[in-house]
């Protein structure tokens, strides 16, 4: 019970009158009581410091308030706590805490008193109204107009920030770039600044379609990780096809479909990064499906060259069946002719199932040993990562897209089961592992 009243003492002052409060431990070499040490700091601080710090004289004045002290005895030897609750200005408040610090006896015993802080409890509130200013702010962010004063100067702490111009083709960038260890590409000035509201400073914008050469080179620099955010349009698909040719980017990012980054709210600009994959992944789904589309002009091309040297001898076989047998089409209900063909689900374990609905469209990816457990669940970003660093993996589940990359790399983890968002041209495949889109299992 003595111990838990020496942690707790201390904190039942008022704290709206008090500035700072003095802590100190006491060292007893002896068996002394509460009384004890508190005369012994009255007494042996008395006149050391003249009638106007007299601490009796204070804590009359109200300028100090009660000295609270907690006692624990054992083994013979006397430890505690001093707390004294100031409301004088920092000067005064130190000479007090040196002052306390001469107390070298308690009754016959020899003590030791050290000091172990001086709390600024304004300092303490001062902090509270900021992290609570900080919430307030967040909660508002969507519904407060970005651009106004009040924004930019809480989101960049206080500090007055400007666009600048990088490298020899003047590109709009924002003031940490250089030696920030990320790097954030857009497409407009207007994107960085409305990412510089949010607080980002680490943009550059590419000023078109066409990407200068100061954003290639600035890419190939060693140790900088490349994020590139664009547009959710035709636009933004065109500059990632051109940006994976010439430069080195490693994530992408994207505004949702039918908007810009520059009209993005904070909370969208951070969810869109949040939700970044690799560059990997996203170029597949904006590269046109080449060899499917060949497939399908030579199939309409066969199909229209076939067609006409078989009408003729068509025509004449289905007019004798007609003759001879009715049609189904004639006998047929009408409900069963108009009934679509469904296509076949492909079967797959329930656990796996009920997993792509934990993580369809929240870009997670989770890695599943033989026995169905759980061994990794990451972001699609760190898929590849977290591949490298396990010896093995039976099936991967995750919200993406399915590549020649990551089948290589399941295949040497051993794993004999992909299950994605969707899948890429696929030319080497091993025949022990399936591959499975959520459509095939009709999610």
């Known amino acids: 019970m003595a111990q838990e009243t020496c942690i707790k003492i201390g904190t039942d002052f008022d704290q709206s009158t008090a500035k700072y409060v003095i802590r100190a ?7 002394v009581d509460k009384p004890d040490v508190v005369g012994a700091v009255f007494g042996q601080t008395e006149g050391l410091l003249g009638e106007d710090l007299d601490l009796r004289e204070l804590q009359r004045t109200g300028r100090i308030g009660r000295i609270q002290i907690a006692i624990r005895t054992q083994g013979g030897n006397s430890t505690g706590e001093i707390v004294i609750p100031v409301s004088l200005n920092k000067t005064v408040t130190a000479i007090l805490a040196a002052a306390l610090e001469t107390v070298d006896r308690v009754g016959p015993c020899t003590a030791k008193v050290i000091l172990e802080k001086v709390e600024d409890i304004r300092g303490a509130k001062r902090r509270k109204v ?18 106004t004063d009040e924004i930019t100067t809480a989101v960049t702490k206080g500090r007055k920030v400007a666009i600048t111009k990088y490298g020899p083709d003047g590109l709009p960038a924002g003031p940490e770039l250089i030696n920030a260890p990320e790097i954030i590409i857009v497409e407009g000035r207007a994107d960085v600044i409305n990412l510089m509201k949010c607080g980002i400073l680490n943009t550059i914008a590419v000023e078109g379609t066409h990407i200068p ?7 190939k620099q060693r140790g900088k990780k490349v994020i590139a955010f664009l547009d959710g349009d035709r636009g933004g698909d065109l500059i990632l096809r051109e940006l994976m040719q010439v430069a080195n980017v490693n994530y992408i990012a994207r505004a949702p479909e039918g908007k810009e980054v520059e009209e ?13 994959i690799p560059a990997e992944q996203a170029l597949e789904l904006v590269q046109p499906k080449k060899s499917s589309i060949k497939k399908r002009r030579s199939s309409q091309r066969d199909t229209s060259i076939k067609g006409s040297s078989r009408t003729s001898s068509r025509s004449k076989r289905e007019t004798k069946r007609k003759d001879e047998f009715p049609s189904r089409r004639e006998t047929a209900p009408t409900d069963t002719l108009r009934k679509p063909i469904k296509k076949d689900v492909v079967s797959v374990d329930e656990e796996y199932i009920k997993k792509v609905g934990e993580i369809k469209e929240a870009f997670k990816a989770i890695l599943f040993n033989s026995e169905k457990e759980v061994i990794v669940e990451c972001g699609v ?7 490298d660093d396990i010896d093995t993996v039976s099936t991967i589940v995750f919200d993406g897209v399915i590549t020649q990359r990551l089948v290589d790399s399941a295949v040497k983890k051993n794993a004999g089961l992909i299950i994605g968002a969707a899948v890429a041209d696929i030319e080497h495949k091993s025949n022990d592992l399936q ?4 459509d095939d299992l009709g999610l």
């Open 25 to 31: 431990r006491i060292e007893i070499d002896g068996v």
């Open 130 to 147: 900021v992290s609570r200013a900080i919430s307030i702010l967040k909660g508002w962010e969507e519904d407060i107009a970005p651009g």
């Open 213 to 219: 050469k100061t954003i290639v080179d600035l890419t």
């Open 264 to 276: 993005l709210t904070g909370h969208e600009v951070t969810k869109a990064l949040q939700t970044q």
């Open 381 to 387: 970003a760190e898929l590849a990562k977290k591949l």
């Open 435 to 438: 591959i499975v889109t959520f």
